[in-house]
Every structure is written in C-alpha cells, then in structure tokens.
C-alpha cells in the first residue's frame, strides 16, 4: 500500500518532468503585440477600440467605415511600412474576425507587430516550430494552428498561420477565428 500511494505521490512530478523544454502553447487566444509601444490586438476586439488603441501608439489612419452593403466581413488596412496592419471585422458586429501582417515589399521584410511576442516577419520555420511545437496543417510553405478561443489545441474557433516564402522565413502571419 506504501508504494502505490508513493507511485500515485510522484505521478505528478513525472508528467511535470515531461513537460520540460516543450514548445509553449498559448494561454488564450493568440494576440498580436507592437514591438515598440507593447500596444496588444487581440480577436473579437471591436473596431472603435482597436482604432483607438492603433490611434494611442501613434500609428496614423483614416478611420475605417463599414461598406454601406451588407457583408459578412469587411478589411481596413491601417499604418503604413513595419506598422501596417490588416484588419478583418464581421459584417453584423464590427468586431475584429482576423488580424494579418504581412511583408511591404521585397526589399522590406520586416514588421513592428509580433505573435505571442515571439514571430515575425522573417522569423523562420524552425522559430515556429520552437516556439507553437508541430502544426495542425503542413504543406511546407504553410503552417497552421488551431485552438479554441481559450487557447487550447487542437480544436477549431481560432487559427494561427503562417506563409513562408522560397527561404523558409515567415512573409504573412494571421490569426482568425473561424466560422
């Protein structure tokens, strides 16, 4: 009896052991950080909040309108060089559906916006890997992630994706939640 409850004692220590240096998983749903001002975007953010945290760290912008015919997801584009960010929002609500950084040109490959504060554009695919573990959907120049909105794997409200161009590195990341 005294080494079935020692065994049952130290069970958690093991699968505690097990865990170490394995890639990080989100605690919640991914977010996008401004490397410079820390500013945060976050999914299902609405339009006038996220305006006003874009308006906050200076990136200037004509504030987006929702298009005058009904839609199911509407885009604005906001900022400009490594501060362009592209927002997607529901039709019906103004809340904020997908967020995508993607590269400005191609001798500019590079962006102030982050994921989970640890990918970028450049970043490569073995930095995903390190930091997200193996993906959802592979197809070598695409990875994706699914969670639920809590950030746990591998459900489907929220994606992660990323496009890697002809050198492996990061040239688009989103994050979505789905339908």
Do not use: R
Not at 23 to 44: C, F, I, R, V, Y
Not at 58 to 77: E, L, N, Q, R, Y
Not at 94 to 122: A, P, R
């Amino acid at each position: 009896m005294k080494k079935l409850s020692l065994f049952y004692l130290t069970l958690p220590l093991l699968f505690s052991l097990s865990a170490c240096g394995a890639p990080t998983q989100p605690d919640t749903s991914p977010t996008l950080q401004h490397e410079t001002t820390g500013a945060t975007l976050t999914l299902e953010m609405p339009k006038e909040t996220l305006e006003n945290t874009l308006s906050s760290i200076g990136i200037d912008f004509v504030p987006a309108h929702m298009p005058t015919d009904p839609c199911i997801i509407w885009s604005a584009v906001y900022g400009s060089g490594e501060d362009q960010i592209t927002v997607w929002y529901s039709g019906d609500t103004n809340l904020t559906k997908q967020l995508v950084v993607g590269h400005i040109s191609d001798s500019n490959n590079s962006s102030h916006w982050y994921l989970d504060s640890s990918i970028s554009l450049g970043s490569s695919k073995q930095d995903i890997k390190t930091s997200y573990g193996d993906s959802t959907v592979d197809s070598g120049s695409h990875l994706s992630y699914y969670y639920d909105i809590n950030g746990n794997k591998p459900v489907g409200d929220v994606m992660t994706g990323f496009d890697l161009n002809e050198t492996g590195q990061v040239e688009y990341f989103y994050i979505a939640t789905l339908p």
